[in-house]
């Protein structure tokens, strides 16, 4: 069974930089479309970005220019860079499969 493990969390203020990973357990990480969701208090859960198995990238359009989704094929992990980090950035950011989702790891922005 897959199991998906997100990381790399915390709090940080505003402007600043985190990189959350997603560590995947399973056979067909290589081929798996993975996808960061975000869920704010009281909000419901949104799509931040994806990445496919040949690396095509989307974005929201909230994020676009400050947030980059990358794969380590390599490490069955992939990754979230998020830089100029805004208040409206704070959620609980879970990773996604298309099946599965991890536990889910908190980001707060301090303003």
């Known amino acids: 069974q897959v199991q998906l493990v997100e990381s790399g969390g915390g709090l940080v203020q505003a402007g600043g930089s985190l990189r959350l990973s997603c560590a995947y357990s399973g056979s067909f990480f290589s081929f798996a479309t993975m996808g960061w969701y975000r869920q704010a208090p009281e909000k419901q859960r949104e799509l931040v970005a994806t990445?496919?198995?040949?690396?095509?990238?989307t974005y929201a359009t909230s994020v676009k220019g400050r947030f980059t989704i990358s794969r380590d094929n390599t490490k069955n992990t992939v990754y979230l860079q998020m830089n100029s980090l805004k208040p409206e950035d704070t959620a609980v950011y879970y990773c996604?499969?298309?099946?599965?989702w991890g536990q889910g790891t908190q980001v707060t922005v301090s303003s």
């Open positions: 996604y499969d298309g099946a599965n």
């Open positions: 990445i496919t198995g040949g690396l095509r990238t």
